[in-house]
């Protein structure tokens, strides 16, 4: 009897060794950002990013590969010496331009 009960379970078990395998999903790359301040990525922040029509934290992780602790900090910055302006505070996003004449940023009167 007992060969008897044997027998299906291992066919049924050759079964469960067929089991679906689960695709792990896309994986990303890590990126590979600034953590340090360098003359040329400073003597580009202060070039290019008053230029910028739409300046965030975000904005400048993307273009210019920093981290998110030296984006904000190039920001505050760039607001201390007057290159950019402040549009939005918003909890933790902080929306600024250029210091330009846009008639659009300006409230009409």
Known sequence: MAKAKAAPSSSSGGKAAKKKKWSKGKVKDKAQHAVIL??????????????????????????????????????????????????????????YSAFLSYPFFYPSH
């Open 38 to 95: 360098d003359k040329p990525t400073y003597d580009r922040i202060m070039k290019e990013v008053p230029t910028f029509r739409f300046i965030s934290q975000s904005i400048l992780i993307e273009r210019l590969k920093v981290n998110g602790s030296l984006a904000r900090t190039a920001i505050r910055h760039l607001e201390k010496e007057g290159l950019i302006k402040r549009i939005v505070h918003h909890n933790g996003q902080l929306i």
